[in-house]
């Protein structure tokens, strides 16, 4: 079976760019599963490379939004993704990452600059309000990952990146409103989304 790099829902197209991930998140949708939304996510023959991802997205204006989100962290393959986001501005299109924030983390030093001009929007899951329960839910293979990812949203803010957290509705008002506190203190806002299962 063809590996799937690229996949269609709605009105956008999704890049999977790896299965790399700096988590194991109880939730994450590729636990136990082969497929999403009837695309087999899995990579058994690699990663595509950035002149395969480009050619299948063509043209990128016939879609909302190109997003990276697949079966893994988009931001372990950070210079392919900028590349691929150079790409579709320059083929009119916009960019988005769905990302655990953990990107600076991975690559050892502060690169939400690097953001700027490249992701047109920058939806960070923040998914709990507190390092424990973080550690709890998304079992990171990385140290300091809750708190790096709040660095790294910090670090967009300030250099004008448009990020937002996300979280899921499911954790309940109380965390909620916790993780609202957050992003006001951070100054970015939360959008409040349902579990994809
Ligand atoms: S960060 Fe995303 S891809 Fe990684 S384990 Fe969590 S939900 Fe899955």
Same mark, same amino acid.
């Given at each position: ?90 083929? /009119?299109?916009?960019?988005? &990452? @769905?990302?655990?924030?953990? *990107?600076?983390?991975? =690559?050892?030093? #502060?690169?939400?600059? %690097?953001?700027? /001009?490249?992701?047109?929007? &920058? @939806?960070?899951?923040?998914? *709990?309000?507190?390092? =424990?329960?973080? #550690?709890?839910?998304? %079992? ?12 790294? *949203? ?23 409103? *916790? ?19």
């Amino acid at each position: 079976m063809k590996d799937v790099y690229t996949y269609q829902i709605g009105q956008n197209l999704y890049i999977n760019l790896t299965n790399r991930c700096t988590n194991r998140c109880t939730f994450c949708v590729r636990n136990g599963k082969e497929t999403y939304e009837g695309y087999p996510l899995w990579l058994h023959g690699g990663e595509g490379t950035v002149e395969q991802i480009a050619a299948e997205i063509g043209d990128p204006t016939r879609y909302e939004e190109i997003v990276f989100c697949g079966f893994g962290e988009p931001t372990c393959r950070l210079e392919d993704m900028f590349a691929l986001c150079d790409i579709i501005h320059a083929r /009119g299109g916009r960019t988005r &990452v @769905n990302t655990n924030g953990h *990107a600076s983390l991975i =690559a050892g030093e #502060d690169v939400a600059p %690097r953001f700027l /001009g490249k992701l047109d929007g &920058v @939806n960070i899951s923040l998914n *709990a309000p507190t390092e =424990a329960e973080y #550690d709890a839910l998304c %079992r990171p293979l990385i140290p300091n990952a809750f708190q790096g990812m709040l660095a790294f *949203a910090r670090a967009c803010k300030a250099c004008g990146v448009c990020a937002w957290f996300s979280v899921v509705d499911c954790i309940g008002k109380e965390k909620i409103a *916790a993780c609202r506190r957050i992003a006001e203190e951070v100054g970015i806002p939360l959008r409040v989304r349902a579990l994809i299962e």
